[in-house]
C-alpha cells in the first residue's frame, strides 16, 4: 500500500511539472483492453514529447511508450480552427511483462480542447515490432488535463 501511494505522489508530482497528464482507455489486438496513463509536456511551439503506460491485461503486461509528436494548433492558421490539434509522430514502445515485445511505433491522433485546460483525444498507433517481435496495432480514447 505505501508504495502505491509513493507511486501515486510521484506521479502526480511529476504531472504538475509537465504540461498535462492523460487519462487513456484503449483496445489493441495483442493488448487486449488498457487502461492507462501519460505525460506530455510541449517542447517546442508545435513539438511536444509524450510518455505513457497503459495495464495490458491480455499481453499480460504492461504497455510502454515514449513518443515526438508534431501538434500544431490549427488556430494559429484559422482562427475558426482554434483548440483543434491534429498530431502525428513516432517514439520507442515496449510491452514488459512475461515475454518483452519492443519496437518503433507511429502515432496519429487528433485532439480537441473544451477549454483552455481540458481537452479530449483520439489515436491510432502502430508498433513496428524489433527482429521477431510482432508488429501490433493500438487505438486510444483519452481526456488531458493541463
Known amino acids: 500500500m505505501k508504495r ?5 505522489l510521484l506521479l502526480l508530482g511529476m504531472a504538475s511539472a509537465q504540461g498535462a497528464i492523460q487519462m487513456r482507455f484503449g483496445h489493441g489486438e495483442a493488448l487486449g483492453l488498457t487502461f492507462g496513463a501519460g505525460l506530455e509536456s510541449r517542447l517546442r511551439q508545435n513539438l511536444s514529447g509524450r510518455i505513457s503506460a497503459m495495464l495490458a491485461p491480455k499481453a499480460p503486461g504492461v504497455a510502454l511508450e515514449a513518443a515526438l ?3 500544431p494548433d490549427l488556430g494559429q492558421y484559422d482562427p475558426s480552427l482554434k483548440g483543434f490539434l491534429p498530431y502525428f509522430g513516432g517514439g520507442l514502445s515496449a510491452v514488459v511483462g512475461p515475454s518483452l515485445t519492443a519496437g518503433v511505433s507511429f502515432t496519429g491522433g487528433v485532439e480537441g480542447l473544451l477549454d483552455p485546460y481540458t481537452g479530449l483525444f483520439a489515436e491510432a498507433t502502430y508498433v513496428y515490432g524489433f527482429a521477431d517481435f510482432p508488429k501490433v496495432w493500438h487505438l486510444a480514447l483519452g481526456v488531458s488535463f493541463r
Open 4 to 8: 502505491l501511494l509513493l507511486a501515486l
Open 69 to 71: 509528436l508534431f501538434k
